[in-house]
T-cell receptor, first 111, second 117 residues
Framework: SQQGEEDPQALSIQEGENATMNCSYKTSINNLQWYRQNSGRGLVHLILIRSNEREKHSGRLRVTLDTSKKSSSLLITASRAADTASYFCATDAADDYKLSFGAGTTVTVRA | GAVVSQHPSWVICKSGTSVKIECRSLDFQATTMFWYRQFPKQSLMLMATSNEGSKATYEQGVEKDKFLINHASLTLSTLTVTSAHPEDSSFYIC?????????????FGPGTRLTVL
């Protein structure tokens, strides 16, 4: 099942710039997670933010969560070529244990 | 984090044959495993949820007779694609979670790329 929308669908930036992508969802959640996927590879878990948290940091990543708007954002600061990947948000719904993935944002970082 | 493996990492088969994909949690016990399918340039779509020792729960539109799931132990779940056809070609990813611990994180396997000729 897919409950989230992500925007933009694709993003191209210069190395060193920041990248911001947004995720919106529809139902109540326990937490929201962000994953990275390099082309043709598996998922890498980036960060998890619980429904009672508003902001979380991990290295160059900053995630915000607004449960009143049912939206989240992922900011990657000082991007590097190695950040080129697809990024997915996934929501852990309050009434079951399944993760629902957003459509994803493809980020290209130009050297 | 915990490690989940999948085998094989890729498989090519002829139309009409069956293919089995294994998902193992290597360093923890998974009460629940999830199977996802991902078509090129698309997101992950949940196919089914399997709980150890019980029948899998399939998402709407997923044929349970075509995608057989077995979760016989706390460390192994298998997905068998029966009578595979070219439209079943996809990237299949499993994930594992231990709900006894009320664990929040799911741990994902590296995926299996299936190509049906």
């Amino acid at each position: 099942s897919q409950q989230g929308e992500e925007d933009p669908q694709a993003l191209s930036i210069q190395e060193g710039e920041n990248a911001t992508m947004n995720c919106s969802y529809k139902t109540s959640i326990n937490n929201l997670q962000w994953y990275r996927q390099n082309s043709g590879r598996g998922l890498v878990h980036l960060i998890l933010i619980r429904s009672n948290e508003r902001e979380k940091h991990s290295g160059r990543l900053r995630v915000t969560l607004d449960t009143s708007k049912k939206s989240s954002s992922l900011l990657i600061t000082a991007s590097r070529a190695a950040d080129t990947a697809s990024y997915f948000c996934a929501t852990d719904a309050a009434d079951d244990y399944k993760l629902s993935f957003g459509a994803g944002t493809t980020v290209t970082v130009r050297a | 984090g915990a490690v989940v493996s999948q085998h094989p990492s890729w498989v090519i088969c002829k139309s009409g044959t069956s293919v089995k994909i294994e998902c193992r949690s290597l360093d923890f016990q998974a009460t629940t495993m999830f199977w996802y399918r991902q078509f090129p340039k698309q997101s992950l779509m949940l196919m089914a949820t399997s709980n150890e020792g019980s029948k899998a729960t399939y998402e709407q539109g997923v044929e349970k007779d075509k995608f057989l799931i077995n979760h016989a132990s706390l460390t192994l779940s298998t997905l068998t694609v029966t009578s595979a056809h070219p439209e079943d070609s996809s990237f299949y990813i499993c994930s594992a979670r231990d709900l006894r611990q009320q664990a929040v994180e799911q741990f994902f396997g590296p995926g299996t790329r299936l190509t049906v000729l």
